[in-house]
């Protein structure tokens, strides 16, 4: 039988209190995105005539509907890509023992190290040459490349822990190795390929410097750039950026909640393993 301990009590408060250490953030940017301009009061302070005007008005000063369609493309284009590649990239490098496979998957690897602003200069001269400064192509080629290295380290270590058994079997049947990747192994790597997946999106989402600099002078934009501009030299309307900063979560929060139970069994799986 179990009983309730002191101990117990600690952890319930423990997770208590994390609990409104992260929500007290979300509550003040609800608060502000929903109150009223002439409203001076404490962001603490609940509003006491909530209003969806900030909304309204942040989606059409900051032409945040072209904004969100050119973030989802890129998003979307982007992930796509960065896990077909690396999740192919990683079969052979987790399973082929042979020295090269070794010295590839280092060199992989040694994309986590290197920062991508070393290449700044030389990419940005790339894109113009290709004539793609301007469109969201240019962040979705760049995008496809910077996030493979860490995509393809979290499937090695995923491959890695899986056993042979069931891909041997689908050898002797005669199936070819890319046959028993797609039909035996890409099943099995669900938890991780969505976990991929969230963190892919996340990162690529909510990227400012970027887009900023292969957008810059043309009239696309994506989110972050976009809510920027609410941003004066002189005068900013908090509330206006709040509200966009809102509308700017609720994609991710989305994919997130769709996608909730597969995340948590790819994180359990990845620390069990």
Known sequence: MNRYRPRTLALELAMIAAALFVG????????????PESDTSSPIEPTTSPTLD???????????GG?????????????????????????????VTARWSRGTYLLVLLGLVLPFQ??????????RDLGLLGTP??????YSGLQVPFTV?????????????????????GCTPLQGFRYVVLPMLKPITVTALVLNTVSVW????????????????TMPVAIAGFVGQYVT????????????????????FLLQRSIINGFAGGLKG
């Open 206 to 221: 909510n990227d400012f410097f970027t887009p900023l600099l292969y957008l810059s002078g043309s009239a696309q934009q």
């Open 137 to 142: 192509w240019a962040l979705v080629l760049f």
């Open 237 to 256: 309307d908090w509330n206006l950026i709040f509200a966009a900063l809102v509308i700017s979560i609720v994609p991710v929060l989305l994919v997130y």
């Open 24 to 35: 007290f953030p979300v509550y003040v940017l609800v608060n502000l995105a929903v109150r």
């Open 67 to 95: 904004a969100l369609a050119n973030s989802v493309l890129v998003t979307v284009c982007s992930v796509a890509v960065v896990l077909a590649v690396s999740s192919l990239a990683a079969y052979p490098l987790a399973r």
């Open 153 to 173: 380290f979290l499937y090695v270590g995923f491959l890695r822990a899986l056993p042979r058994d069931f891909e041997d079997a689908a050898l002797i049947d």
């Open 54 to 64: 900030n909304f309204t008005q942040a989606w059409q000063q900051g032409a945040l």
């Open 118 to 127: 070393l290449a700044a200069l030389p990419l940005y001269q790339t894109m």
